[in-house]
């Protein structure tokens, strides 16, 4: 997810599982514009994280915020090596912080506390929940949480409720439940999922649990790239295939 400010400030929330994010910036950014403000990590699963360390080689990053668990992965240690090398700041996220880039707002709502250095054998409820605030818009971007997370979130549902919604987990079965998806009250929802994938994503009871409630889905195996523009008080919707 590439997030550019009217100021011009850049941000990549994740970074897909392979290099191929390197031509979606470059076709965002200009040729000779190599740096990034803030780059987050949800969580360091594979088709999360690959396409960040490709990134790290290629980019300056100014900011980096991600939970700092430990994963016994290759891609987790090569990640690890080039954040040092890439000499950022680093920031652990953690429910309750604030971030403020130009009129930008980024409120981080879990992981409720600091994971720093805890080994995990799955991360996707470990992740990063963030709700970006642009005038009277707001974004949910949710990693791969479960519906146990989400559950807990729902009960501060003036926390999380948002126009755009970034669906869990690519539409899996285990996400995105009905109490949720209300506390949200999203007009959007986006699945960001690979065509024909294995997994069978999105699942046809979360395409029918957003249908219920009239939301209006956009998938990116169908849709392709998905842009959404906003003025701070109304959104506008592209699409490159």
């Given amino acids: 997810m590439f997030i550019e400010t009217p100021g011009g400030r850049q941000i990549l929330i994740d970074g897909g599982p392979d290099a191929s994010v390197l031509e979606k910036l470059g076709s965002v950014m200009s040729f000779w514009d190599r740096n990034l403000d803030l780059v987050i990590l949800s969580h360091p699963e594979k ?60 409120d981080i709502l879990s992981p409720p506390e600091n994971l720093e250095g805890q080994e995990l054998k799955d991360s996707n409820d470990s992740s990063v929940v963030a709700k970006l605030i642009f005038g009277k818009d707001s974004f949910l971007f949710t990693g791969d949480i479960s519906g146990k997370v989400e559950a807990s979130l729902a009960k501060n549902s003036a926390g999380v409720d948002s126009d755009i919604l970034k669906v869990s987990h690519h539409g899996s079965k285990y996400s995105s439940t009905d109490e949720f998806i209300k506390a949200v009250s999203p007009q959007i929802a986006v699945i960001e999922v690979g065509r024909e994938n294995s997994y069978g994503h999105p699942t046809e009871d979360v395409l029918a649990r957003l249908a219920k409630y009239g939301i209006n889905i956009f998938r990116t195996d169908q849709d392709g790239d998905i842009k959404i523009i906003s003025d701070g008080e109304n959104l506008k919707i592209n699409f490159n295939k």
């Fill in 47 to 106: 088709d999360h994280l690959a396409g960040l360390i490709e990134v790290l080689k290629r980019y300056q990053v100014e900011n980096i915020l991600w939970t700092g668990i430990v994963r016994d992965t290759a891609e987790y240690r090569e990640w690890v090596d080039g954040i040092k090398k890439e000499g950022a700041k680093i920031v652990i996220a953690q429910a309750g912080q604030n971030l403020k880039i130009g009129k930008l707002e980024i």
